[in-house]
């Protein structure tokens, strides 16, 4: 991702989603519900409750020019 300011910003991400003006990027994991409550969780699969989107970065978007996208390791 390349910032207004001309930083370049390598993010290991599953997805990205913009929410009210800010990208929110976020990895998909298996967390018991104990592990769940040290981590920010974004969203969470209904049929499975440890199941989870864990949060990696907020960032606004207006400070972001663009958001490329790289082939899943």
């Known amino acids: 991702m390349t910032l207004r300011s001309g ?3 390598d ?3 599953d997805g990205y989603t913009d929410v009210d003006g800010n990208l ?3 990895i998909l994991v298996d967390a018991s519900l104990e592990e769940q409550a040290e981590m920010v ?3 969470r699969v209904p049929s499975n409750p440890t199941t989870v ?3 990696v970065a907020r ?3 207006a ?3 663009g958001v490329e ?3 899943s390791w």
Request: charged content about 5%; hydrophobic content about 70%.
């Open 7 to 9: 930083a370049v910003i």
């Open 11 to 13: 993010l290991a991400a």
């Open 24 to 26: 929110i990027f976020t």
């Open 41 to 43: 969780i974004t969203w």
């Open 53 to 55: 989107g864990v949060l």
């Open 59 to 61: 960032i606004p978007a």
């Open 63 to 65: 400070d972001v020019v």
């Open 69 to 71: 996208t790289a082939p």
